[in-house]
């Protein structure tokens, strides 16, 4: 076995876990239906939906005398255990909706790279002269081979242990190497935005501009802050209020419009609210008329209320002030 001697934390029964939150301030009104939550969603997984209500503690280094602000275990006067359900309910349907518009997303990009690539040779995928040199024979940070030697052993992976029935035909009936428009279909989003990073500079802007973006520096961004997205949407990660480990350029006159919102506003970048309108924005280019800006804006007005003293908002997505003008379709492009 194991050693664990040194996590001091043993399982605790859902009846028990209720209880020590109990103990630590939060109030619950119906213990049953609080069991059956911590049952079906899980202690840790609720636990980031409830961080944001405990308390702060304010300490002091004996060494350096610095003051700092510490989280502590007990929770804010007021904290029931719904506001945490709550806002894990709000999240449930936020990755619902982004999943929506991620898959759009995808789909197209895949067409654009494929189309282009393509053109230049149906197997261009395969060969490092289809791309910038600068960028693909960047050194990998994990397997120090170039960008391009990784990206490929990726490509390889993604093929081998595709399922999809018209992998195996093609193989079966062509060959082991199949055309980018064939391939680019097992590959996933990071892949494809591993790829776009990759492609020659008048490449890469083209389908930038295609998309309404006015450099291809921005556009990559987005993409690579996207791909960081799906994966949280993938795996049920929470996003509302994410510290975003990917997140775009500084907005620019490369931007939309919208993007003046949050210029000078640094703090904003790492927040999910700025890639949720880039979301909107490419939805609003490849599908005109969808309705997914309006059910994520109707969605974003019915963030919940809490009975706690310490209230949550949007504006804790990181939404900058007035964000609701420019939101709807078509609007602030």
Known sequence: MN???SYGRPWKAFEEQLELLKARGMSVSDDAWAAAWLQRAGYYRLSAYWYPFRVFRHEQDAATGMMSSVRTDDFVAGTTFSDAVDLYLFDRKLRVLLADALERIEV???VEVAYRLGKIDTFAHLYEDSFHPTFRERRDARSGTSVFAAWQQKHQGLVQRSKEDFVKHYRQKHGPDMPIWVAI???DFGAVSQLLAMMKMPDQQA?????????????????????YLRNLVAHHSRVWNRNMVSYPMPPSTAWPTWGKAFEGER?????????LAMVRHLVNVICPGSQW??????????FPRQASKRQLSVSDMGAPDGWEQWWPPGSGQ
Do not use: C
């Open 3 to 5: 050693d664990t001697n």
């Open 108 to 110: 197209s990009l895949r």
């Open 185 to 187: 279909e097992v590959w």
């Open 207 to 227: 389908i930038a501009e295609r998309y309404g973006i006015a450099d291809w520096k921005a556009f990559a961004s987005w993409v690579r802050a996207l791909s």
């Open 267 to 275: 703090s904003l970048l790492t927040k999910p609210f700025i890639q």
């Open 293 to 302: 800006p309006e059910r994520m804006a109707a969605h974003l007005a019915q």
